[in-house]
């Protein structure tokens, strides 16, 4: 059984910092790219940032040079890294493996708030 869990998030201001985990079991972790997405209000999900089996990293306009994403494949575990958080960052954060024509079950997601 696919399970997905994010946790990590939180209320921050603007200009600080946020460390995102996702937690992926019931899948072999280390054959999948990963990404991380993010969901606004109102807003649809968008993908900010993945990571391949080989390490190679790809990120969104909007978060390049702010956000890192990492793995760790011994704990099957996908990281992003927020430096620099703007009010604009605010939503709920998930991930998921972008490549998948079906994507694994969605998470809930944990929720950052960027506000002074």
Do not use: H
């Amino acid at each position: 059984q696919v399970q997905i869990v994010e946790s990590g998030g939180g209320l921050v201001q603007p200009g600080g910092s946020l460390r995102l985990s996702c937690a992926a079991s019931g899948i072999i972790f280390s054959s999948y790219t990963m990404g991380w997405y993010r969901q606004a209000p109102g807003k649809q999900r968008e993908l900010v940032a993945r990571i391949g089996s080989g390490r190679n990293t790809n990120y969104a306009d909007s978060v390049k040079g702010r956000f890192t994403i990492s793995r760790d494949n011994a704990k099957n575990t996908v990281y992003l890294q927020m430096n620099s958080l703007k009010t604009e960052d605010t939503a709920i954060y998930y991930c998921n493996a972008p490549i998948l024509t079906i994507p694994l079950p969605w998470g809930q997601g944990t929720q950052v708030t960027v506000s002074s």
